[in-house]
């Protein structure tokens, strides 16, 4: 079955998907994660797409930060396995957050928005994000490979600008799953950042696929507040 919609997708498959994001090889990941973020002690901290909380025990390991809220909208979290007394889990869509402006020092959303079909939702998600940021702070995200506008015309032209991939996981039917992905150009990422309120300050590639070739980007903003 073909799922557009991220919180549908991630209801589908949240047992067996929880125990992959909590696995070792995961867990490695997210501290790794952990330590890119521009998260220091004291901070309050936004996981926007929490999971069932790999980055969370990450970060909550890493730093000893004030407030850490975790939203996620889907039927991971029932599967939610990080306790700790600094945690709020938040059972909401990233792009209407209950949280107040200006509160969190680092907001971040790591491999959300590439699952995402509709830009009015990436954009309103962002926004979000930029609303919650004090000023000074942080806005953080995890994107597939970002492209200039050549590359992305291309992809568009050959429909692989966004696509469908089989899920490691099936339902507990025993179904498969196929979930959406989709690829952003750079100036896609600088508008819904400018438009939440937010600059650009770096975008790099993380090398996983051989040592050389990016699978994922990194981008970080900063609130112009």
Same mark, same amino acid.
């Given at each position: !079955?073909?799922?557009?919609? /991220?919180?549908? !997708?991630?209801? =589908?498959?949240?047992?067996?998907?929880?125990? #992959?994001? !909590? /696995?070792?090889?995961?867990?490695?990941?997210?501290?790794? #994660?952990?330590?890119?973020?521009?998260?220091?002690?004291?901070?309050?901290?936004?996981?926007?797409?929490?999971?069932?909380? =790999?980055?969370?025990?990450?970060?909550?390991?890493?730093?000893?930060? /004030?407030?850490?809220?975790?939203?996620?909208?889907?039927?991971?979290?029932?599967? *939610?396995?990080?306790?700790?007394?600094?945690?709020?889990?938040?059972?909401?869509?990233?792009?209407?957050?209950?949280?107040?402006?200006?509160?969190?020092?680092?907001?971040?959303?790591?491999?959300?928005?590439?699952?995402?079909?509709?830009?009015?939702?990436?954009?309103?998600?962002?926004?979000?994000?930029?609303?919650?940021?004090?000023?000074?702070?942080?806005?953080?995200?995890?994107?597939?490979?970002? *492209?200039?506008? #050549?590359?992305?015309?291309?992809?568009?032209?050959?429909?692989?600008?966004?696509?469908?991939?089989?899920?490691?996981?099936?339902?507990?039917?025993?179904?498969?799953?196929?979930?959406?992905? =989709?690829?952003?150009?750079?100036?896609?990422?600088?508008?819904?950042?400018?438009?939440?309120?937010?600059?650009?300050?770096?975008?790099?590639?993380?090398?996983?696929?051989?040592?050389?070739?990016?699978?994922?980007?990194?981008?970080?903003?900063? /609130?112009?507040?």
């Amino acid at each position: !079955m073909k799922l557009h919609d /991220s919180v549908e !997708m991630h209801d =589908r498959i949240a047992e067996d998907y929880a125990k #992959i994001l !909590m /696995s070792e090889k995961s867990r490695v990941y997210a501290q790794e #994660i952990a330590k890119i973020l521009p998260i220091k002690n004291g901070d309050v901290v936004l996981d926007v797409g929490a999971g069932a909380g =790999r980055i969370a025990q990450a970060v909550l390991d890493e730093y000893d930060i /004030s407030k850490y809220y975790a939203v996620e909208p889907s039927e991971l979290y029932k599967n *939610f396995m990080v306790k700790d007394p600094r945690l709020e889990l938040l059972k909401e869509l990233g792009q209407d957050l209950s949280l107040p402006d200006n509160c969190c020092d680092v907001a971040f959303a790591e491999q959300v928005i590439i699952h995402i079909k509709k830009d009015d939702i990436v954009k309103e998600i962002i926004s979000e994000m930029g609303r919650v940021v004090k000023p000074g702070g942080y806005v953080a995200l995890t994107t597939t490979q970002c *492209f200039s506008e #050549i590359p992305i015309r291309i992809l568009e032209v050959l429909g692989k600008k966004d696509h469908y991939f089989k899920t490691a996981v099936k339902t507990s039917a025993g179904e498969d799953v196929y979930a959406y992905r =989709r690829y952003f150009s750079v100036k896609e990422i600088k508008e819904f950042l400018e438009n939440a309120g937010v600059k650009l300050v770096s975008m790099f590639p993380e090398k996983r696929l051989l040592g050389v070739f990016p699978y994922y980007y990194h981008i970080l903003a900063k /609130s112009l507040k």
